[in-house]
């Protein structure tokens, strides 16, 4: 079955410093690969998407993401976070088939003043 | 303003009672979706519906239920046979259940138990 990982549980940083989360994602055949964002208390958002082309994507709010088949990753990075990303991070996947989409156990971002 | 609407935001379920959680959306999409949510534990899908007066189980779906009479609207009923509903619960659509849809998330219900 395919999995999604997200090695880090928790990230603290330091406000105006650079931040990668971590995605692998377990799948012998090409995925589609999301990020989403969720502030307290509320719904889910996403980020931003790889479907196919470019392996780097970039999204709102000034994050990005690069895909990299060989290391099955698809990591989270944004070169200067704010306060207000403070947030919980989940990427998910969803393989090349009308398949239900599977979530990572998230991600939380804890942004330093 | 379109969007997903989940009602209440908070609700409380005494033992061995039946709770429905509401959600809405404007959005005109035809799938929706229920997932729970747990620390730690990412989003579990409960329910999904890709079409009026159609759904189906995810992989939680034990100690659930759900109709979807409308398109805009897809309750989901916890009940008693589920013995651990506290989660935050998270109502989700997409314009079909195509494999590159975006998923649109309500702001969640919170279930806790007296």
């Known amino acids: 079955a395919q999995s999604v990982t997200q090695l880090d549980s928790q990230v603290p940083v330091f406000e105006e410093a650079p931040v990668e989360l971590r995605c692998n994602y377990s799948?012998?055949?090409?995925?589609?690969l999301f990020w989403y964002v969720q502030y307290p208390n509320q719904g889910l958002q996403l980020l931003l998407k790889?479907?196919?082309?470019?392996?780097l994507v970039k999204g709102i709010n000034g994050f990005e993401a690069e895909f990299n088949k060989s290391q099955t990753s698809f990591h989270l990075r944004k070169p200067s976070v704010h306060i207000s990303d403070t947030a919980e991070y989940f990427c998910?996947?969803?393989?090349?088939?009308?398949?239900?989409?599977?979530f990572g156990p998230g991600t939380s971002l804890s942004v330093i003043p | 303003d379109g969007g997903i609407t989940q009602s209440p935001k908070y609700l409380f379920r005494k033992e061995g009672q039946n709770v429905t959680l509401s959600c809405e959306q404007n959005?005109?999409?035809?799938?929706m979706y229920w997932y729970r949510q747990d620390p730690g534990q990412g989003l579990r899908l409960i329910y999904y519906?890709?079409?009026?007066?159609?759904?189906q189980k995810g992989d939680i779906a034990e100690g659930y239920s759900v109709s979807r009479e409308k398109k805009e609207s897809f309750p989901l009923t916890v009940t008693s046979a589920q013995k651990n509903p506290t989660a935050f619960y998270l109502c989700?659509?997409?314009?079909?259940?195509?494999?590159?849809?975006?998923?649109?998330f309500g702001p969640g219900t919170r279930l806790l138990v007296l």
């Open positions: 790889y479907l196919s082309g470019s392996t």
């Open positions: 799948s012998s055949v090409s995925v589609y």
């Open positions: 519906s890709q079409i009026v007066n159609d759904f």
């Open positions: 989700a659509s997409s314009m079909n259940r195509g494999r590159t849809e975006t998923q649109y």
């Open positions: 959005l005109n999409h035809d799938a």
């Open positions: 998910a996947a969803l393989k090349t088939s009308y398949d239900k989409v599977i």
